[in-house]
């Protein structure tokens, strides 16, 4: 009994210091958890996609997904419609202890199938965590959980959640961040450290997107180019392969009944572990990742609604002439979902000049050896060294 009421307190105190190094105090910097009321308008509508209440039904909404003839633009609305609400928007918001930046700020956005925890893996920090090496790179970093996932609100999955409103919210985000609200939040929150006590304005900001974060990413800079310094967009590139996998790859199951069940409402699916390694693991399985990176991303994986698919085409090849900064793509070799399962000699470098005419430096950088999920895979660290050098090359 009393061994067992050790064990238990060994536990509590051991989960209570975890939160709190996780919270707090990291290595090359110090962070804060937010919560972050963002009041968001935007367009919406109600799509002609099925309701999904059961794993059959999930199954059959990523069959109709993936069928050529169903289509995804506006040929599939019924009604046009506004969504205009105050959303809680999870977020955590890190500060370097020595800012060789100067206060450059990047904004993360997480793609689908995660939340924020995509870019601070606690699973071997030093080697997986994006937020950790870009501290120790100098610069403060921003991760937030998307409309519908982790620990932000999860509304209707059908018509609420839909791409121009989370551009919307990253658009707010973005605002907070440059007129000093986001620095005031985390100064007056429950865990502030005084690290952030002195902080003003971020003197940059520089917008990070992965996969369905990165359409976000791309469409934003694109439709507001002055409200970035520079961009960097992970696991995604338009071309004939983008999504060509289809909805199928994912093997969802319904969300609130999967195993593990979580508490979503109708219309949210989740994938299983092979849809997992489908989508977000690639290369040589001996040597670009290990059975312990797979199974942290399955122990981190999230639902998605599916009103997000029908709506991302409003996020693609938007043409951007306010844009006036840099963009890397990052793109990893065999990325499966982005580019079937090959991106090199995929990017076309004239499209992307087309898109963002007036960018100071457009680049195609390929990570060898990856798949989708970059920091999951055992080369990471390097991997994010060649967004610190394209920045660095670019005054960021
Ligand atoms: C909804 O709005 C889009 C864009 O403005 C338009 O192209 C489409 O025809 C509209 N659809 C309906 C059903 O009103
Ligand atoms: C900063 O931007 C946010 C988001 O748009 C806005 O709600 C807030 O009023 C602004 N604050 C200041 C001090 O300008
Ligand atoms: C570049 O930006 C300027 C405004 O700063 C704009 O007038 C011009 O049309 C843009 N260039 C292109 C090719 O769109
Ligand atoms: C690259 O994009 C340009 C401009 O959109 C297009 O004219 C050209 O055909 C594309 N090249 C290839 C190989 O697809
Ligand atoms: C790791 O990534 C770096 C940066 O892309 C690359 O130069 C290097 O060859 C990679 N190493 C391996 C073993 O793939």
Redesign the pocket.
């Known amino acids: 009994m009393a061994g067992r009421l050790t064990a238990a307190s060994w536990l509590f105190s051991n989960i209570a210091l975890a939160s709190l190094v996780q919270s707090s105090h990291r290595p090359s910097g110090y962070c804060v958890q937010l919560d972050i009321p963002v009041f968001a308008t935007a367009p919406s509508a109600i799509y002609d996609i099925p309701q999904v209440n059961d794993d059959i039904e999930a199954t059959a909404w990523a069959i109709f997904d993936a069928t050529w003839s169903t289509p995804h633009g506006v040929q599939n609305i019924i009604t046009n419609t506004t969504t205009s609400d105050t959303f809680n928007i999870h977020a955590q918001l890190c500060v370097p202890k020595s800012s060789g930046k100067n206060g450059v700020l990047q904004i993360a956005t997480h793609g689908v199938h995660y939340d924020s925890r995509y870019w601070d893996s606690t699973y071997k920090p030093e080697e997986h965590s994006y937020v950790e090496a870009t501290l120790k790179a100098g610069y403060s970093i921003l991760t937030y959980d998307r409309l519908g996932t982790g620990q932000s609100n999860h509304p209707d999955a059908y018509n609420v959640v839909q791409a121009p409103l989370e551009m919307e919210i990253l658009r707010q985000i973005t605002l907070m961040a440059r007129n000093g609200t986001l620095y005031d939040l985390a100064e007056k929150s429950q865990d502030a450290l005084p690290a952030f006590n002195e902080l003003e304005f971020p003197s940059k900001v520089v917008h990070v997107g992965h996969s369905f974060g990165s359409f976000l990413t791309s469409a934003f800079i694109a439709n507001y180019g002055s409200l970035t310094d520079g961009a960097i967009i992970t696991g995604y590139l338009l071309s004939p392969y983008l999504g060509s996998a289809g909805s199928t790859s994912f093997s969802v199951e319904y969300a609130a009944t999967g195993s593990p069940s979580y508490e979503r409402p109708s219309g949210y699916v989740v994938c299983q572990k092979s849809g997992i390694q489908n989508i977000f693991f690639g290369g040589d399985p001996k040597t670009a990742f290990t059975p312990e990176l797979l199974d942290y991303a399955v122990d981190i994986k999230q639902p998605v609604p599916i009103g997000e698919f029908a709506s991302a085409f409003w996020l693609i090849g938007n043409y951007g002439p306010s844009f006036k900064g840099p963009v890397q793509y990052l793109l990893p070799e065999f990325d499966f979902y982005i580019c079937r399962g090959d991106c090199k000699g995929v990017a076309n470098m004239t499209a992307l000049a087309q898109t963002y005419p007036n960018a100071s430096a457009i680049e195609v950088a390929i990570?060898?050896?990856t798949g989708h999920a970059l920091p999951l895979h055992n080369?990471a660290t390097?991997?994010f060294q060649?967004i610190y050098d394209f920045l660095d090359r670019h005054g960021l």
């Open positions: 990570q060898p050896n080369n390097a991997g060649l």
